[in-house]
């Protein structure tokens, strides 16, 4: 039986289902062809207002986001505050039911504190597609990774993956790591010991804090940006440390499988956290990531759309 | 004026009575109890069916008065608790300004004398401000008659000036209360430390930020011979270390809350900020490793910590949402329908750890039915249902962690030093 979208939130990947998931993913592939047409454009959201509420600073998910809603025909409006609403003195609900009060039918909230869109979604009859909260989810990103894994292997199911890097700061590895266990992926999560959040095994993984171990078997590789620039000029001699320990290069991709697909989230930073012949190279999929957001976050605002439109007939009725 | 309670299940763990007794109050006093009580009173309750208990002595609750009444005042705070069948309550020092010298003490007794609508004892702070920083005047906080000391919200992390505090709480007779939360473990924690903690991505509170501090002020009492009492204990090793205490003659009394007694972090999936609270929600097996301890008599008290806040304090990000839990009128309940129909523990031993052994702790004589004692005494219908909503609270907060649950067990009556203070409005 075919499953059916019914939520009218995405708010992360934790709360899907594998069919729910699968979903999505076979909706982009659906979408991705509409990038390459001459005119890139369908009517589906032809009417609708897209918002995105950007409270961190961003520029390819929300470039992302608005290249997938304007390809849907929505109108799009962004908001971006480099201050987060704390400081603006206004609630984040506040906020939200303002542009709901504007008749907005999709918001888009990147927010740095967790459970942000969850909150917003709750009080909102606007959809909320959560586009990263604070260390918890970003369920487009790794929707677009597991869209490119699938294009590019053919299947999630028994492949093993390994994701390296700050793992405790990163929404990208948690979203990652519900979705690829859901659709029966091995998952390994490498990184220094400090970085490796408590009991995250009981999510279904294994960590190691071996860049070796973490590559020797892996089918794919999801390097995470390493977020040193807080620390400033201090931030070197580790940056050096962490290539060093945990780098992906050349040496270390010779012991790993020869067809190992090499992923990142981006933005880069090379010679830290990858080597840039790696980054450049045959096995890395970082350009075919950014093409695929695309269509995966058509899929997302599409459905959504769907959802929320047949929960108010619903109400009508 | 006279009280008659006919026909009720009496139930009095402090003289081993369990059965249908009529009881007689007359002044501020019970004057009988006995099988069949006839004649007539200025007041006439008909019981039958219903459960008659000492009424709650809550040793845990923040009423917010002075300093913060938009969260609580003594007037809705004390009438809050008569809904919920609390009598007795011990009121916390971190008010604004904290309760720590006589003068704020003489200032918070003008406001209960005027407005409290059940007995409210007062407890005081350790050191000035609460800041960990300087001892309080202890032996003239005795002599304004508080019941006993705390900095709670904080911790003393001073050790040599908690050791102090203890010395002259033993020397005094005073009960030391102690918050144990040593805050560097707890590194800015909002959760419990653990998986939920990892799949939310909030930061985590450890147990042993906790149980270390436990550890620490089990260690003082037992030099200082003070007589300890630990708040809300939320984790398995606390209760195993006060275990060990009390076996080795520590004067060591404890606490835990119905929220750590019956709700686990797995609730917190959907960040609801009324599940937010300090020590928070831990797992099922802490959980578990409580209502043991409760059951084997390792801790003594259910205490609500009523901790109000406004909406706005909690209609905000998780890790910006104050931390905290309003219970004066949902501890009954949540203890009827978690401990009792469950099948964890007979109303005798449910009373005893709502009521006596409180009363027992703050030497009040309360908690009790026998003749002579204040009247202090509810009836209840233990199995009427209702659902905890926002718009049922007599409370001027409304942060619940029952919010949406079904509980069972009403407030019928609630009688305070011989007033019938409380009648439940929606009793035909």
């Given amino acids: ?317 | 004026m006279t009280i008659l309670i006919k026909n009720g299940r009496l139930i009095d763990p402090g003289n081993n009575i369990d059965g249908v007794y009529d009881i007689l109050t007359e002044g501020a006093k019970i004057s009988r109890v006995a099988k069949k009580i006839s004649g007539s009173a200025d007041n006439m309750i008909d019981a039958s069916g219903k459960i008659v208990m000492p009424g709650i002595v809550d040793m845990h609750v923040h009423l917010r008065e002075p300093g913060r009444e938009d969260k609580e005042t003594i007037v809705t705070g004390t009438r809050a608790a008569l809904k919920g069948g609390v009598t007795s309550l011990l009121a916390m020092p971190n008010t604004q300004p904290a309760i720590d010298c006589a003068e704020n003490i003489k200032g918070l007794k003008r406001i209960i004398d005027k407005s409290a609508a059940v007995n409210v004892l007062i407890c005081a702070a350790i050191t000035i401000g609460r800041n960990g920083k300087e001892l309080s005047g202890i032996a003239r906080l005795k002599k304004e008659g508080v019941s006993a000391i705390s900095d709670d919200g904080a911790s003393v992390d001073d050790e040599q000036l908690m050791s102090e505090a203890m010395k002259i709480a033993a020397r005094e007779g005073l009960l030391v209360i102690s918050h144990c939360e040593d805050k560097a473990l707890a590194s800015g924690g909002v959760v419990n430390l653990g998986a939920i903690s990892t799949m939310l991505g909030l930061r985590g509170i450890s147990r042993e930020s906790e149980y270390r501090r436990v550890e620490r002020d089990l260690r003082l009492a037992k030099k200082s011979r003070a007589r300890l009492h630990i708040a809300h204990v939320s984790c398995k090793q606390s209760v195993e270390l006060i275990a060990r205490a009390k076996a080795e003659g520590v004067k060591v009394t404890a606490e835990a809350a119905p929220h750590h007694l019956l709700l686990t972090e797995d609730e917190l999936l959907g960040f609801d900020t009324n599940l937010k609270m300090n020590p928070p929600l831990r797992s099922r097996e802490d959980r578990d490793a409580l209502k043991e301890g409760l059951i084997n008599g390792v801790i003594d008290v259910i205490a609500s910590d009523h901790a109000p806040h406004t909406e706005n304090e909690k209609a905000i990000e998780f890790e910006r949402a104050e931390f905290g839990v309003i219970g004066l009128e949902t501890e009954l309940a949540a203890t009827i329908t978690g401990l009792l129909k469950s099948g964890s523990m007979d109303w005798p031993l449910l009373a005893a750890k709502l009521s006596l052994n409180p009363s027992k702790i703050l030497g009040i004589d309360k908690g009790a039915l026998g003749v002579g004692m204040d009247a202090d005494i509810i009836v209840i219908s233990a199995d009427t249902e209702w659902a905890v909503e926002k718009d049922g609270f007599v409370s001027k907060s409304k942060n619940s962690a029952f919010l949406g649950k079904r509980l069972s067990g009403v407030v019928e009556y609630t009688i305070v030093n011989g007033n019938l203070a409380y009648r439940n409005p929606g009793h035909a």
């Fill in chain 1, 1 to 317: 039986m075919p499953v059916a979208w019914t939520r009218k939130d995405l708010l992360g990947l934790r709360e899907l289902s594998r069919e729910e998931i699968g979903l999505i993913l076979s909706t982009a592939e659906s979408f991705k062809e509409v990038s390459t047409r001459e005119i890139k454009k369908v009517p589906a959201l032809r009417g609708r207002t897209v918002v995105n509420m950007f409270y961190e600073p961003s520029t390819r998910t929300r470039v992302s986001f608005e290249i997938a809603a304007k390809r849907l025909s929505a109108d799009v409006i962004n908001i971006a505050s480099e201050t987060s609403s704390v400081r603006k003195g206004e609630t984040l609900i506040d906020t939200g039911k303002n542009i709901e009060a504007l008749k907005v039918d999709i918001i888009v909230v990147r927010h740095n504190y967790s459970g942000a869109a969850a909150m917003l979604a709750r009080n909102l009859r606007a959809s909320v597609i959560n586009a990263g909260d604070g260390w918890h989810e970003h369920p487009t990103q790794a929707l677009l990774d597991m869209f490119t894994l699938k294009e590019k292997l053919g299947r999630i199911e028994g492949l093993n993956v390994s994701i390296v890097g700050d793992i405790a700061h990163s929404r990208v590895a948690r979203s990652n790591i519900w979705g690829l266990t859901k659709l029966g992926a091995r998952v390994m999560v490498c990184a220094p010991k400090m970085l490796i959040p408590a009991a995250i095994e009981e999510m279904g993984v294994k960590a190691t804090d071996d860049i070796d171990e973490a590559l020797s078997n892996a089918d794919a590789v999801n390097v995470l940006r390493m977020q040193f620039e807080r620390d400033g000029e201090s931030a070197f001699p580790r940056q050096l440390e962490y290539f060093k320990k945990f780098g992906i290069t050349r040496e270390r991709l010779e012991k790993a499988k020869k067809d190992i697909i090499v992923m990142h989230p981006g933005p880069l930073n090379r010679g830290i956290e990858i080597a840039s012949d790696i980054a450049d190279g045959g096995n890395s999929v970082i350009l075919e990531q950014v093409t695929n957001g695309i269509a995966v976050r058509m899929a997302a605002l599409f459905l959504v759309a769907q959802a929320n439109e047949n929960i108010t007939h619903d109400n009508i009725d």
